[in-house]
């Protein structure tokens, strides 16, 4: 069975404190792993996709990475505006665009 | 203007009631989805549609129908609501691919 599992559920970091956020994932095939970003009371915004094994993206303070059995999220130096829950989600091989969605992981960063 | 938008943002109703959620996008995109959101169950897909002649069921679509009227529109309706069906709901538009799919702002349902 498809599943994704994100760890830690919550985080809390000062500002400046780097950290890593993990997505674990098994899937028959992947076809794309996907990292978004949620606000309390608003919908999902998209942050990055990865493809293959060995893939990596940035933007800003966010860096995500890909290995065959999970994918990371390094936030480098975070700020308070950093904030919010990180969804990780898969997309299995096949041409049904389902997501499988982790459950989140929810960030704190104090000032 | 936001590509996505979703109506209501927020509706109280009671067990019995029908109900109906609005989807619209101007992205240009054919596919689209309606996911709901509990704490601690993550984001699961109700339904999907590819183009407006072809409608799938997602994991848990007992007790919700779709109706995809035009490539911008597409709603979920819960014909007889009941308490657990209390969440938030998402629409989602997805180009051609698969690819990234990009969401709306929710509406919260509360069902009493």
């Known amino acids: 069975e498809d599943q994704v599992t994100q760890s830690p559920e919550a985080l809390r970091l000062q500002e400046g404190e780097s950290s890593s956020l993990n997505c674990s994932y098994t899937?028959?095939?992947?076809?794309?792993l996907f990292w978004y970003r949620q606000d309390p009371g608003k919908g999902p915004e998209f942050l990055f996709t990865?493809?293959?094994a060995g893939e990596e993206k940035e933007k800003e303070r966010l860096k995500a990475t890909l290995t065959k059995k999970e994918s990371f999220l390094h936030i480098t130096a975070p700020k308070p505006e950093d904030s919010a829950t990180y969804l990780c989600?898969?997309?299995?091989?096949?041409?049904?665009?389902?997501?499988?969605f982790g459950q989140g992981t929810t960030l704190q960063v104090k000032p | 203007d936001a590509d996505v938008t979703q109506t209501p943002r927020n509706r109280i109703t009671k067990t019995g009631k029908r109900i109906m959620l609005e989807c619209s996008q101007t992205?240009?995109?054919?596919?689209m989805y309606w996911y709901r959101q509990d704490p601690g169950l993550g984001l699961r897909l109700i339904y999907y549609?590819?183009?407006?002649?072809?409608?799938n069921k997602g994991e848990i679509s007992d007790g919700y129908s779709v109706s995809r009227q035009a490539q911008a529109k597409f709603s979920l309706s819960l014909e007889s609501a009941i308490p657990n069906q209390t969440a938030l709901y998402f629409c989602?538009?997805?180009?051609?691919?698969?690819?990234?799919?990009?969401f709306g702002p929710g509406t919260r349902l509360t069902v009493l």
């Open positions: 989600a898969v997309q299995a091989a096949g041409n049904t665009g389902k997501l499988i």
């Open positions: 899937v028959s095939g992947l076809r794309g």
């Open positions: 990865l493809y293959s």
């Open positions: 992205k240009g995109h054919d596919r």
């Open positions: 549609s590819f183009d407006v002649k072809d409608i």
């Open positions: 989602a538009t997805e180009g051609q691919g698969p690819d990234t799919q990009y």
